[in-house]
């Protein structure tokens, strides 16, 4: 399985190359906050998003996750929100953020392994920005 992400935080004034796994440019970090209540898949996803270069911040629950978008100081871009969590669902917490949030502002990308055909269509009524399945 791949995963390929492409994150744009400005507009990029050289070209790096990664060919052999060299940059000719330091690629700078993006903060996303990681929510998910199983500490196994927030270990693994947390190492994934540190190799793409991200600073992360991984909460175990929905209010933390909350918690931490609703602070003074946040500058996340990105949530990486499971969507079955056990008191208030990550469809949930998209609402809620998107009532206090921008439709673009943080990017919501949803995890869940739920072979379920509407997941996707759900996630764009609740304002969520992707999915990884």
Do not use: H
């Amino acid at each position: 399985m791949t995963l390929v992400l492409q994150f744009q935080i400005r507009p990029s004034y050289g070209r790096a190359t990664f060919a052999s796994g060299l940059s000719s440019e330091q690629p700078s970090s993006i903060r996303v906050i990681l929510a998910d209540d199983d500490a196994l898949n927030r270990t693994v996803t947390k190492k994934l998003l540190e190799k793409l270069v991200c600073e992360v911040t991984a909460v175990s629950s929905e209010f933390e996750c909350l918690s931490a978008l609703s602070s003074a100081e946040n500058s996340f871009r990105l949530l990486v929100l499971d969507i079955q969590m056990p008191e208030m669902d990550g469809f949930e917490v998209a609402t809620r953020i998107r009532k206090i949030r921008s439709r673009s502002w943080p990017l919501i990308i949803a995890v869940t392994s739920s072979a379920e055909d509407n997941v996707w269509e759900r996630c764009l009524q609740m304002g969520m920005n992707g999915m990884i399945r």
